[in-house]
């Protein structure tokens, strides 16, 4: 399994004011690999600083691309996409709208066939195509954000708390969709998520944040079984 994203030493500042103290990590080609912590943690400006959109530091390499200092909008053209938390869709668009400007950098004449895809993968936002994203329901909007950000053909999907205030059977259902795509379609993904048991159920991997560093790392099944983990995340 070949690495496709690989960080390490990694900082992050909003202004004067330190966020991530040098964090290392790696997503592989065809992973699920999960960021678990508190809020507060660093976990949203992780993503936020793999994405280019805060100061950073360190060494981020990216399927042969060295990307620290670059722009959100070059980050995103080789392969990055990035589903922010608060869903992100463009409210006064439809929904058809919304998932062809997700492809608006491509010239390739199979994004109608892609749309079709997506539509299959998420039947609600076929019906609902052609009304305002606004009108949506929170995880009917979710599932759009998260198929216009595919419509650019990533190569790795950045998932800021996807479950965020979402009820819990459309979680269920959400993240039953996720884990299908990482499993048989080989979709890489790095996900931020508070809901510990849903997200470690369909990651490989995973990583807990403390106060802007790096705690505890290992397989899904090593986080779940480890007490510290068990009794901060998961309830138990």
């Given at each position: 399994m070949s690495v496709l994203l690989e960080v390490s030493e990694l900082r992050a500042s909003y202004g004067a004011?330190?966020?991530?103290?040098?964090?290392?990590?790696v997503v592989n080609e065809?992973?699920?690999?999960?960021?678990?912590?508190?809020?507060?943690?660093g976990k949203t400006t992780t993503l936020r600083a793999l994405s280019g959109m805060v100061e950073t530091s360190g060494h981020v390499h990216f399927d042969g691309h060295s990307i620290v200092g670059s722009r959100s909008e070059q980050i995103s053209r080789i392969g990055i996409a990035h589903v922010p938390q608060g869903r992100g869709t463009i409210v006064d668009?439809?929904?058809?709208?919304?998932?062809?400007?997700?492809?608006?950098?491509?010239?390739?004449?199979?994004v109608a066939a892609d749309i079709e895809r997506w539509y299959d993968v998420f039947p609600k936002l076929e019906a609902r195509a052609d009304q305002q994203a606004g009108n949506l329901s929170g995880g009917e909007q979710q599932m759009l954000a998260i198929a216009r950000a595919l419509m650019s053909r990533p190569k790795l999907v950045l998932l800021d708390e996807p479950s965020l205030g979402l009820a819990p059977i459309v979680t269920q259902e959400l993240f039953r969709t996720l884990g299908e795509l990482n499993h048989t379609?080989?979709?890489?993904m790095l996900i931020v998520e508070q809901n510990a048991n849903l997200a470690l159920g369909i990651g490989s991997r995973g990583y807990v944040l403390e106060t802007g560093s790096i705690v505890v790392s290992g397989t899904t099944d090593e986080l779940a079984g480890d007490d510290g983990v068990r009794r901060a995340y998961l309830g138990v």
């Open positions: 004011v330190r966020v991530l103290h040098g964090l290392d990590f065809g992973e699920a690999v999960v960021i678990l912590g508190a809020n507060g943690a668009l439809t929904v058809a709208e919304n998932l062809r400007i997700g492809a608006y950098r491509r010239r390739d004449r199979e379609e080989g979709l890489s």
